[in-house]
Structure formats: structure tokens, C-alpha cells
């Protein structure tokens, strides 16, 4: 859904069902149409540049949808901002997951959401190109995965006063104890995490001839998230 759409939907109401386009499941959400993230009204920020279960651990961290989160919905900007914020002055603790950036790309073409993720990514409209296929011949990132990666995870670059726990998304399952200390909340949390569920999109799924496309666009951030620890607070 695009904003316009929200604005449309949520006019009027209060508690409403939504469509949660990232996870095809329809949600009980508590909408609130003052929220917004300049308020810093959340204790958790969580980000990544697409398709790594952000969706899933805002979810488990924020089950009732109160403000113990950033939203998840695609029209506030935090959940994929492509650096992170400065212009929070309360305490928080940030959880940037990341994972194989081929594998976010088909996800977010198996959803037809590249322009909605594209507009809440970097906040403008632009229209992508219509498949995975032709994004892959123009052979331009237009996501920016490399640089948002970098902006969140390189410590050169961290000018927040927040820690950050930087964690590959494939790897959170056997780090969740740790994920929950990091976060300082009580260790009974675990019963309710989220169960591990196979990938419905992969880059291997693609003919060769894309897979070989996929692996030159990617190939330098492969290497940055190969060389990096699966687990890291900076």
C-alpha cells in the first residue's frame, strides 16, 4: 500500500485490521494516526535493508503494537532508513539485521514491493524496474544495499549515541538468549521467539545467466558480510 492509501484507510479508525504486505498475514493493529517517529516514542529500533525478518522480530519484540518499537508499516521510514537516525535525543538500543543481499533482492521482487520499498527506503516515489530480471540488466543497485550495509555497520561512520547490535538475520536463532540480554529483557521472552521458517525466496530459483548477474552486483557486499562476525554490538 502506498501512503495515500493509508491516509484513505485510516481516516477514521482506531483499532482496524491490516494487510501486512511484507508477511501476506492480516494483523490486529491498534492504529494510532498521530504516531509518528519524531516523537521517539520507541525502546527498540530495528532495520535492515529488506528482506532479513525484520518484520518478524518488530513483531515479537512489539506483539500488542505499542511503542516499544519503530513501526513496521511501510509509510514511517524507519524500519529500512538507509543510515541510522540522529535526531533522537531518548534512550534506545538499535538491531540492525542483514543477511545474503541476492536473496533480499528476490524477496522483494516475489512481492512486487521494489517501488514501495524503494519509497521507504530513501522517502521519494520512483518507478523500478517492473522484474528482478530487467533490474538485473539495468546492472544499477538502485536499493543502495552496499551503502546502507556500510552505514550501519561501519563504525567510522556511526555518529548516533546508540548501540547498535549488528547480526546477520540467518544467524539470530542460535544468538536469541543473546539477542534478549542485549535488549535487556527477561530471558521467559524465548518461549514466544518466532520459529525458524525456510526462505520462500531465493536467488537460486533465478536461470544461470541471472544468478551470474546477481553475484557481479552483490559481489563486493558479499565479501564485507563474509568478512564480518555474525554477531557484533558497536
Known sequence: MYLSK?????SNQNNIEVYDGMNRSILDHPYDKNFSP?????KFLVNSFGGNCTSTLIKFLNPKYKDLTNHMWYHLELK?????????????????LYGDPRDSLTSIYRRNL???????TFQKNKKLP???KNFLDNGIDHFKFTEHHLNWTNKKFKKNNFEI???????IWTH?????????LPKQKLIDFPK?????????ELSYTYRQKINIMFESLLKLINERPFFEII
Not at 519524531?38 to 520507541?42: D, P, Q, T, V, Y
Request: aromatic share 18%; proline share 3%; charged share 25%.
Open 6 to 10: 493509508f491516509k484513505t484507510l485510516f
Open 38 to 42: 519524531e516523537k521517539g516514542k520507541f
Open 80 to 96: 529500512h532508513k538507509i543510515s541510522p537516525p540522529n535526531y533522537f535525543s531518548h534512550k534506545y538500543k538499535a538491531i540492525y
Open 114 to 120: 521494489q517501488n514501495v520499498h524503494y519509497l521507504n
Open 130 to 132: 517492473s522484474s528482478i
Open 165 to 171: 547490535l549488528v547480526i546477520d538475520s540467518r544467524k
Open 176 to 184: 536469541k538468549s543473546q539477542i534478549l540480554d542485549f535488549l535487556e
Open 196 to 204: 525458524y521458517k525456510t526462505r520462500e525466496s531465493t536467488y537460486k
